[in-house]
């Protein structure tokens, strides 16, 4: 919880869990079983793990089928993911939604302090960012049109027809559809 805290509201270190499976680029592929094993009552989520170095620097991701269908003794190095997408824990947290989609992520990694692991951004977490973001763009988007939908109505010349325009028209518009 200290790690969260430390983060200002708005960034994407106040949506990150530090809770993750890190496994170092030297293990081969029949310990990542045992090393996950002991993460993984803890870790958000386990069907991909992070690669990081003895500092903590993130260096790739392996994800749970690279690892069922390596050949035995090949080092998590050699089947990893290397140079894979991640973002700052000082960034905006819409860029957690906008990595997720982009490439397809169960969860982003999220770094600090240069390049070191300091937790991840999972899907859900991503898309209650996004919600809360839908959510203030409907109010701001109402406020804007509320005002026109108001004379409409007082002029007598609203119906359901034009308010389901409306709400067509928003919905149609939304960053997040």
């Not at 089947?79 to 397809?104: L, N, S």
Request: overall charge negative; some cysteine; hydrophobic content about 40%.
């Amino acid at each position: 919880m200290r790690k969260l805290a430390a983060c200002a509201e708005g960034t994407a270190g106040s949506v990150m869990t530090p809770d993750h499976a890190t496994v170092p680029p030297a293990l081969t592929t029949v310990r990542p079983w045992s090393t996950c094993a002991g993460v993984a009552p803890d870790a958000e989520t386990i069907d991909h793990s992070y690669v990081g170095d003895d500092e903590r620097r993130l260096v790739g991701t392996v994800n749970l089928r690279d690892l069922i269908v390596a050949r035995d003794g090949a080092t998590i190095e050699s089947i990893m993911r290397h140079d894979p997408p991640f973002i700052h824990a000082e960034g905006k947290r819409d860029e957690a939604v906008k990595h997720i989609c982009k490439y397809d992520l169960p969860a982003v990694p999220v770094i600090k302090d240069g390049d070191r692991l300091a937790g991840i951004v999972t899907c859900d977490d991503a898309m209650d960012v996004a919600r809360e973001a839908e959510d203030v763009s409907f109010v701001k988007t109402l406020a804007e049109v509320g005002l026109l939908g108001l004379t409409m109505a007082l002029a007598g010349r609203a119906s359901a027809f034009s308010a389901q325009r409306w709400k067509s028209w928003w919905w149609c518009r939304s960053p997040w559809w």
